[in-house]
């Protein structure tokens, strides 16, 4: 009896784990599209430029790219637990296969990279073990959350932050600005991590996913 009992309470846990489902989604092809006060970054397009091997980084297009031109193709990954879609998810690139390669096509995230002398990021599209940022979209504009972060310019000696008070941040600090990066130097979109941007090219923008 109490082997039954046991096999029963087994079957039952298997079934209410079975029964919380994930699984992993991508949306749709959409375009990124800035919003800015200067006009002359107001609707560029977004597209992932060269910086090096299996390497890019956001640059811009003055108007729209062809319909048909999946290289300026972006998609949201994410994931749906118990019938709920995550809040947040990777941004991913699809890096195109040459007919002759080996190499098969990537999906590649969307990730930041520090420049150790400022506080202006880089966006940075690329593959490997920890690459990619978690991001999400208040309506259609592209943010990454806050939570779990603090403001550090309000610490105080022994006196624990309010962490808490990060849950629910939208991060928009997204710029355009002129960088050096790998290797080149180009107006490209960038991250600034607090403040205002050590960069003086840098201008303000949103990042607007535009479906395809």
């Not at 029964?19 to 990124?32: D, E, I, K, R, V």
């Not at 200067?38 to 091997?53: E, M, R, V």
């Not at 080996?102 to 999906?107: A, M, R, T």
């Not at 310019?153 to 941040?169: D, E, I, K």
Request: proline share 8%; charged share 10%.
């Amino acid at each position: 009896m109490r082997l039954l009992a046991s096999l029963l309470a087994s079957l039952a846990a298997i079934t209410a784990v079975a029964a919380q489902t994930q699984t992993s989604n991508q949306t749709a092809p959409f375009y990124l599209k800035l919003t800015a006060e200067n006009p002359d970054l107001n609707g560029n397009y977004l597209y992932a430029g060269h910086t090096g091997a299996l390497q890019q980084t956001w640059l811009l297009f003055d108007s729209k790219p062809p319909a048909n031109d999946t290289s300026v193709f972006f998609y949201w990954n994410y994931t749906i637990y118990n019938d709920v879609p995550s809040q947040t998810g990777l941004l991913t690139w699809l890096f195109p296969s040459r007919p002759s390669s080996p190499v098969p096509n990537l999906w590649l995230p969307l990730d930041l990279t520090l420049d150790i002398r400022s506080n202006v990021a880089h966006t940075y599209i690329s593959s490997g073990p920890g690459y990619g940022i978690y991001v999400g979209w208040d309506g259609d504009n592209l943010y990454i959350p806050g939570a779990g972060t603090t403001d550090d310019s309000t610490n105080v000696p022994h006196v624990y932050p309010n962490v808490t008070s990060s849950f629910g941040l939208k991060l928009q600090q997204w710029y355009v600005c002129w960088v050096y990066f790998g290797s080149y130097y180009y107006q490209a979109v960038a991250w600034v991590t607090a403040g205002a941007p050590h960069n003086p090219t840098c201008e303000a923008v949103s990042i607007v996913r535009e479906f395809v």
